[in-house]
């Protein structure tokens, strides 16, 4: 009958070779490490599309009715296979997940039906993919790299409509001074990205939303961390870390995940981000899910008030 109690095969396994009598001698970094992974954590090195997905699972469950018909809105998420969880038939990924989150910031507090909009750095193009999917959108102007372009030309064209993808304007950073001059936006948007320019080039693409738009939306984070159990450099990216950490406009290293580090930083990122002595901030808040992030509507002092009709 012992034989009944005795550690499976796969056990027998982890005991020999990770929970051993030596792993249990120092604890220092035991709950961060191999025997912990073994015995009640997963290793977020090779489990992170496992994390990922759970995150993205128990995001969805708070998302709100309003969130989920935006969601539906936006079709052909699928495109390019992303990490995608499925809740109540839905299928989700953290690109579109918070696509919905920043759209329902944004929505009761700017109109957006029939607005101009800027966007400086669109990655591959969820935002303005989910924008023009819920909003009759006038036009939507995209300034970026040319080599990020070249995804959200090909990205945008398969996802959109004809008639929804003839509203969008690409413009690359060589053509901003000239193919934007005299030109006006209601709206103008940037989300992760000043983080990882030169500081000029974020204070120049300020000076453009100050000279050129009525209203500017910003997601990014506060600050900097160097924090070894995060990094996960492979050997030769020390170069890649210091140039990270000479961009963006709060180059400040923090505890990232420290609650009160994070709010402290936050009256500096609302100043560095302001376009403009005319400009002040409409509404701010925490950017979920990012520890880190901090998202923010600014006005353009002595503009109507945008706020759709009905808003609170």
Request: hydrophobic share 40%; glycine share 6%; net charge negative.
């Amino acid at each position: 009958m012992a034989d009944i109690y005795q550690a499976s095969r796969q056990w027998q396994r982890i005991s020999r070779d990770w929970v051993t009598a030596e792993a249990a001698v120092d604890l220092t970094d035991f709950k961060s490490g191999r025997p912990n992974h073994k015995i009640s954590l997963w290793d977020p090195g090779s489990n992170g599309v496992r994390y990922l997905k759970t995150m993205v699972h128990n995001l969805a469950t708070r998302l709100e009715p309003a969130d989920w018909d935006r969601l539906r809105n936006t079709r052909n998420r699928h495109v390019g296979r992303p990490h995608a969880v499925r809740w109540e038939g839905e299928d989700i990924c953290l690109d579109y997940l918070q696509a919905v989150l920043e759209l329902g910031f944004l929505a009761p507090r700017t109109a957006l039906d029939g607005a101009a909009v800027l966007e400086i750095g669109a990655g591959y193009g969820r935002t303005c993919h989910t924008l023009l999917s819920n909003h009759d959108i006038a036009s939507y102007c995209i300034v970026d790299l040319p080599t990020t372009m070249r995804f959200s030309k090909r990205y945008l064209a398969e996802v959109l409509d004809d008639a929804h993808y003839a509203k969008i304007r690409f413009v690359t950073v060589d053509e901003v001074e000239t193919a934007l001059d005299g030109e006006r936006f209601d709206l103008a948007l940037n989300i992760d990205s000043f983080a990882e320019m030169l500081p000029r080039t974020a204070r120049g693409y300020l000076d453009l939303i100050d000279r050129c738009c009525t209203a500017f939306y910003t997601k990014n984070p506060v600050g900097k961390y160097l924090d070894p159990s995060l990094d996960g450099r492979p050997e030769g990216e020390d170069e890649l870390l210091r140039a990270a950490l000479e961009t963006g406009l709060m180059r400040q290293v923090l505890d990232v995940h420290d609650s009160r580090a994070v709010r402290a930083a936050v009256p500096g990122f609302l100043t560095a981000y302001r376009p403009g002595p005319a400009w002040s901030p409409a509404a701010d808040a925490w950017a979920v899910p990012w520890s880190f992030y901090w998202q923010v509507l600014y006005r353009k002092n002595g503009t109507a008030d945008p706020t759709p009709a009905g808003a609170s």
